[in-house]
């Protein structure tokens, strides 16, 4: 059974920064891509950043490249979300997520639904 546990999230000043942890266990993460996304009230839970753990395949959204960096510790099987230049449009639940198989195309890798596992969540708030 694969757990994902967030931690890292808080409350942040505008232009501050933050780094997330998303720890994996339950299973050999190699062949799996792992992803953040991030969900505000009232809206639609968004592509934020994915990894893939075999080659290290990076994906952003346009909303957050050049401001976050997402990386990975195989020895400690944890992905990290480096926020930089926060916003508060950033303001969000954010979710680590999980899944293996298939391709590794940008179309896939934005939806929700090409993951299999999620995380409980933590949450980051940006303050003007």
């Known amino acids: 059974q694969v757990q994902l546990v967030e931690s890292g999230g808080g409350l942040v000043q505008a232009g501050g920064s933050l780094r997330l942890s998303c720890a994996a266990s339950?299973?050999?993460?190699?062949?799996?891509?792992m992803g953040w996304f991030r969900q505000a009230p009232g809206k639609e839970r968004e592509f934020v950043a994915a990894?893939?753990?075999?080659?290290?395949?990076?994906n952003y959204a346009d909303s957050v490249k050049g401001r976050f960096t997402i990386s990975r510790d195989s020895a400690k099987n944890t992905v990290y979300l480096q926020m930089n230049s926060l916003k508060p449009e950033d303001t969000a639940v954010y979710y680590c997520?999980?899944?293996?198989?298939?391709?590794?195309?940008?179309?896939?890798?934005?939806?929700?639904?090409?993951?299999?596992?999620w995380g409980q969540g933590t949450q980051v708030t940006v303050s003007s």
């Open positions: 997520a999980s899944g293996t198989g298939g391709l590794w195309i940008r179309a896939l890798i934005l939806s929700p639904g090409y993951y299999a596992y």
């Open positions: 990894i893939n753990w075999n080659d290290d395949r990076i």
């Open positions: 339950g299973r050999t993460f190699s062949n799996y891509r």
